[in-house]
């Protein structure tokens, strides 16, 4: 692990420029004001019942993120230079999994290994040969990208089924508002509040061919117990459209309609908070009961646009990540813009020989996990933790990937004993409909226990206010 | 609006009213136990209020004899109670969670706010000192639950629909307090008011919180149990008499039939219900039975709470 790039201070103590006002506001606030702007903040948050459900806890506990204050600050030249490599990334995505659905040119050049795709339970097979409107699959994507210098930003991921995490992008800028007036007048900073019309736009912009001017949209939740539920509440209202359960919503000659206290309503698309296997019990999983019996039918002859489209989570995953690099090159002509984090493939002989031996210093992941689940982090990890993961990794290789463990940046965060710097990533929200679309911030999220590099919500991350200034 | 959506939020306001009655109830009860005849009175009195709360089966599931403790704690705090005021605010909230998007945000924040308080609260710490007070905050949260639903939703069919939750399961309420009791507000012979008469048809005025008003409103220091009777079955000007809760019922019916254009059968059904009320006369009613009447109110109240599902496609 190099040296740590700190978000807010130079090497040489100078403060780095988007942070020159944010510097001298850390440092004259005093511990008192914090707990109150702390106290303040999660009463607002809890009011509204902005909290998670974890998976696994004693019954169904609702929780808080932990919400620092102080915010992850772009410039606008830095923030430019990045959206230019997130949407060459995001395009090349949505090309690629156009190609795997139709003609595979990829394989064909021998770019990809095809069993990779084939054979991956990622791969849907029902997508082939089907068109959506505008040829977009990834309709939505959350890219998590870290960094570790200046210049240097790595994407560590993805996200191209159903990436959440934007009600916290919107909330902590509201909560930010509210507490630090004055900050805002300091500064410009680039506003996130029309993300939910953003994302209206980009929904109507893929609705079916005759769906009309006014095309009927609704989210599609598996209800108040998932643990994503406050967020699908909230776009949903924010965007001002039904939120639906699978109950609420049936096929009826060759259309899909939501059961209203009046007639039925014609709906032409779906934004679904609902994983592939669960959409459908006629096409994907039988036993399913959150689904729409019928649905995948309608998508597959244009009646209705499901959003984000079945079969994106191949673009995702984990195996594949290492090919991306390869995937921008082949469907743009362009070199990437966006670096890849070097991986190990440890269903690699060679690979898996290095990575066995370099336990200690490599992050290991599940191949399909998700939410920071299942992984090893070596540095970090007791003798004992690594040598259960070693047999586990024996066992299945071909289940895992490896990669350096990344000196992400930190960022100044309030803790226990003060401002201290604590590891961030940060996942900016990608629309794809008429044109790419992206959101100036996204969700930084912070790792709040001192060294920790583990940055999810369901490992004890927090998340800050993401700020990108104008010039 | 989504059928689903229109039941949650009928089924919202039923929840919260149903806290709120449960904490009446045993705040009477609670009374009761404390007077100085209650000893051997006391059980009789828990288990009337059981009755009176649906609760007899699901209490002697778990427990043998009745005990105060037993009783509040079940009443109050038991999961395995879903007419507990705990199982009431946590089914009011997750209704209202999954139509977070059809509600304020100052109805959203009680609903919310009730539980996330509510469930700090031990169990344990609830003792007697400690109870009346509890008891008044619940009552308080469901009022303040319905005064944000007053100022600030908008006349429409979300509003409408949680109105009908409200005073159908009001309704209910009145009705069977009124049929627990109502061996003791018929007419007898013997009727000249014994201690323990008067003291049950306070109660009953107590569990509405209308013993105040029935003074005021007869302008009678004693309470006669044609009066009361009438009171919680006929006046229009008491807010918890079965003719107040059909005004308003009727009232939310129509709003629907405006909002949608559109007269269904089930408006009619209750406008029926509510003539009948207006029409009654307590005379009448005691010939031919109160208990009688009541039990047929109960029932035209449920029929009246399906067709509104039926009509409006709740799931």
Redo the contacts between chains.
Sequence with gaps: MGSIFNEMLNPDGSVRGPYAQIHGWVGSLGKDNVERALKEAESIFRRLGITFAVYGAEEASERLIPFDIIPRVFAASEWRRLTIGIEQRVRALNAFLHDIYHRQEILRAGRIPKDLILQNSAFVPQMVGLNPPRGVYAHIIGVDIVRVSETEFYVLEDNCRTPSGVSYMLEDREAMMFLFPDLFKQHRVAPVENYPAMLRQTLESVAPQGAGSEPTIVLLTPGIHNSAFFEHAFLADEMGVELCEGSDLFVDNGYLYMRTTQEPKRVDVVYRRIDDDFLDPLTFRPESALGVPGLFDLYRAGRVTLVNAPGTGIADDKAIYTYIPDVVEFYTGEKPLLRNVPTWRCNDPKDLAYVLAHLAELVVKEVHGSGGYGMLVGPTSTKKEIEDFRARLKANPKNYIAQPTLALSASPTFTEAGVAPRHIDLRPFVLTGDRVRITPGGLTRVALKNGSLVVNSSQGGGTKDTWVLED | ??????SSLFWMSRYVERAENMARLLEVGYRISLMPRAIEGHRDEWRSTLTTAACEASYFAKHKDITTTEIIHHLLFDDDNPSSVRSCLKTAR?NG?????ALT?DV??VL??TW?EFVLVRPESITSERLPGFLDWIEQRAMLFRGALLGTMLRH?TYFFSQLGTFIERADNTARILDVKYYILLPKPSDVGSDVDIQQWATVLRSVSAHRAYRWFYRDSTYRPWLVAEFLILREEMPRSLTFCYQWITRALDGLGEV?K?RYACQDEAVDIYGRLKLGNMEDIFQSGLHEFLQDFMLSNNQLAADVGQT??F?
């Excluded at chain 2, 609006?1 to 229109?6: F, P, S």
């Design positions: 609006m989504l059928g689903r959506t229109a997750n969670r999954a139509v977070r998007t945000r959203w924040e919310n706010g996330n069919d949608y559109q409006y496609n799931p």
